[in-house]
């Protein structure tokens, strides 16, 4: 894992493309968790900017710069892949 804050967990893999497949991991059993990305995990400056898709979701959530933030229930994973945008 690149992170983990207790309950959070975060997961990366490094894709074709310098793209990022990630795991956002909420272990708590009754909140939800803001869990975040921040890019310096993958070596990027606080400047790069990602293209997220949710892939569970099947949804695109726009381009961020220096990190991205998801709300993840309780006891879920959401799936992400990262494209430089």
């Known amino acids: ?4 804050d207790g309950d959070q967990e975060v997961w990366a ?18 909140a939800n968790s803001t869990i975040t990305v921040n ?8 400047t790069t900017s990602f293209a ?11 381009s961020h710069t220096g990190s991205y933030s998801a709300t993840v229930g309780p006891q ?3 799936y992400l892949l990262l494209t430089p945008a």
């Open 39 to 46: 890019y310096t995990m993958f070596n990027s400056t606080a």
């Open 76 to 78: 879920a994973v959401k």
């Open 52 to 62: 997220i898709h949710d892939i569970w979701a099947n949804e695109d959530m726009g």
């Open 13 to 30: 893999g490094l894709q074709s493309g310098n793209r990022w497949a990630v795991a956002l991991l909420n272990r708590d059993s009754s």
């Open 1 to 4: 894992d690149l992170a983990n």
